[in-house]
């Protein structure tokens, strides 16, 4: 932040007099201005205004501003932020990481609550405010006892638990980020999206069908039939093949067309023939020419989207194996429109 700033500065000091005088255009900054901008504070303190408070002022104003979201005791209500605890957890295979377990100085949760805090009306605390809510949050975190008062001069003397976790790298052959060389324009020939997060499986789901598992519409007839004639562990296998088309696709109760239209009676349907969807002129071309999807035709098609429908806009590269095109088909054969 603070080299930023000074760059930022810097910029202001010494290009707004030239930009003003060449082209009549802004002013020189005013000091009170920067001062607002410079509000950054560090590590060994420097920075920090003048003032104190204590830890049951800061309990106070606490309970007030913070504990809506934070809790009384920094526990954190409903999924904001723990502010306190976690000491030891952070090898755990949950981490938990709060002021108390994780953070390296102080001096960023004072520049934090008092830049930033209270969420939606940042910046309204005095700096006595958050001197005591720092205070506090040393208290919640076993820090510190209840008779303490922070303030500028016993600032540098308060040391977080983890502060020494944090180093600089001190492996020989890598260079600190400082000195590394940095590429500043054409850093790589071609940049190329390889995987989508949804593809892969990273989205969570929309809560229809959470557990990926075989979603079976029941009390309408066709879908009764369907099942009857089903291979039940061959449309459990295509639930898993599923996955790899459900980040395009959905199919089940409620569906919508997303990226790619919903599968619903898939089977049967005339390719590009969905209302809504805005297929390809390549798969509405298809379907014109009389391009039902079966058992068969999904199956050419999910083998090689692009050889089978040239110029379609599915970007999948298809299903190499047949146990698994014949799977899909079966499983998309439960859901009926
Ligand atoms: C309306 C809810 C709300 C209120 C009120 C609120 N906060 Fe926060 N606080 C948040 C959210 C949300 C974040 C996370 C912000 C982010 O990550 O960008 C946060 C983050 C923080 C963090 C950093 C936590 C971490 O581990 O990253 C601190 C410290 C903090 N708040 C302190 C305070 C203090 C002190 C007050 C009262 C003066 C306060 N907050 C009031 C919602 C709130
Ligand atoms: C990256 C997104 C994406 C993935 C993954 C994907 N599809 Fe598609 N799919 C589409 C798009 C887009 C279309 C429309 C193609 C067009 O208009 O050319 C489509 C069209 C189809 C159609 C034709 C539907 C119709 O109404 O004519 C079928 C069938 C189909 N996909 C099945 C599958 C199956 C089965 C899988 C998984 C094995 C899959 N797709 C994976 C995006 C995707």
Request: aromatic share 8%.
């Amino acid at each position: 932040m603070s080299r930023f700033l000074n760059v930022l500065m810097l910029a202001v000091l010494v290009a707004a007099p030239a930009a003003a005088g060449q082209l009549g255009l802004g002013r020189e900054a005013a000091p009170d201005e920067i001062a607002a901008w410079d509000i950054d504070i560090r590590p060994d303190g420097a920075g920090l205004p003048e003032g104190s408070g204590t830890v049951t002022d800061g309990e106070e104003v606490f309970v007030e501003r913070c504990a809506i979201c934070h809790g009384d005791f920094g526990e954190g209500r409903d999924r904001w932020p723990v502010l306190a605890g976690g000491e030891g957890s952070l090898t755990a295979d949950r981490p938990e990481k709060t002021i108390g377990s994780y953070w390296p100085y102080l001096s960023t949760v004072w520049d934090y609550v008092h830049r930033a805090m209270p969420f939606g009306d940042a910046q309204s605390l005095t700096d006595d405010e958050v001197y005591a809510i720092t205070a506090y949050i040393l208290y919640l975190n076993d820090l510190v006892d209840e008779e303490f008062e922070l303030s500028r001069a016993n600032f540098a003397e308060v040391r977080l638990p983890n502060e020494e976790n944090f180093f600089d790298d001190p492996r020989p052959d890598t260079p600190l980020a400082a000195e590394a060389p940095l590429c500043m324009s054409d850093c790589k020939d071609e940049v190329k999206i390889t995987m989508r997060a949804a593809v892969l499986d990273v989205t969570p789901e929309d809560g229809s069908n959470p557990t990926g598992a075989v979603v079976v519409e029941t009390g309408t007839e066709p879908v009764a039939e369907a099942q009857s004639a089903l291979d039940p562990a061959l449309a459990e296998a295509g639930a898993k093949v599923y996955k790899k088309c459900k980040g395009c696709h959905q199919v089940g109760e409620g569906v919508k067309n997303r990226a790619g239209p919903h599968l619903n009676g898939v089977l049967g349907r005339t390719a590009g023939s969905l209302d809504g969807f805005r297929y390809s002129k390549a798969m509405t071309a298809k379907g014109a020419e009389g391009l039902v999807w079966t058992a068969e035709t999904l199956n050419a098609f999910l083998e090689k989207p692009k050889s089978f429908v040239p110029k379609t806009k599915m970007s999948f590269k298809g299903l190499k194996s047949a146990d698994d095109r014949a799977a899909i088909a079966a499983y998309l054969s439960q859901f009926t429109e």
